[in-house]
Nanobody, 119 residues
């Protein structure tokens, strides 16, 4: 099992910045990729950014490219999401995700952290 704990969500004005953190524990050796998803009220959960634990390959949603950066600190088993130039449409609950590829894809989720961007 993998446990994920997010932190860093807050209320910020448009144009501001936030950094989200996700600390992983448990069977972290089995994780192949980690990422951030978000879900706004009335909308489906969507991928924001992801990073592989091995080579560090990253992937971003088009809506956040150039503004958000995902990174990892292997020594701390932590993944970060640096969010700059925030917009009101970035308002959502942000969830940390870990994936384990073992024939099937196993997903692990954090409890979520609220990000609110005021205009």
């Amino acid at each position: 099992q993998v446990q994920l704990v997010e932190s860093g969500g807050n209320l910020v004005q448009a144009g501001g910045s936030l950094r989200l953190s996700c600390a992983a524990s448990g069977s972290i050796f089995s994780i192949n990729a980690m990422g951030w998803y978000r879900q706004a009220p009335g909308k489906q959960r969507e991928l924001v950014a992801s990073i592989t634990t091995g080579g560090g390959s990253t992937n971003y949603a088009d809506s956040v490219k150039g503004r958000f950066t995902i990174s990892k600190d292997n020594a701390k088993n932590t993944v970060y999401l640096q969010m700059n130039s925030l917009k009101p449409e970035d308002t959502a609950v942000y969830y940390c995700n870990a994936k384990r590829w073992a024939g099937l894809v196993f997903d692990y989720w954090g409890q979520g952290t609220q990000v609110t961007v005021s205009s």
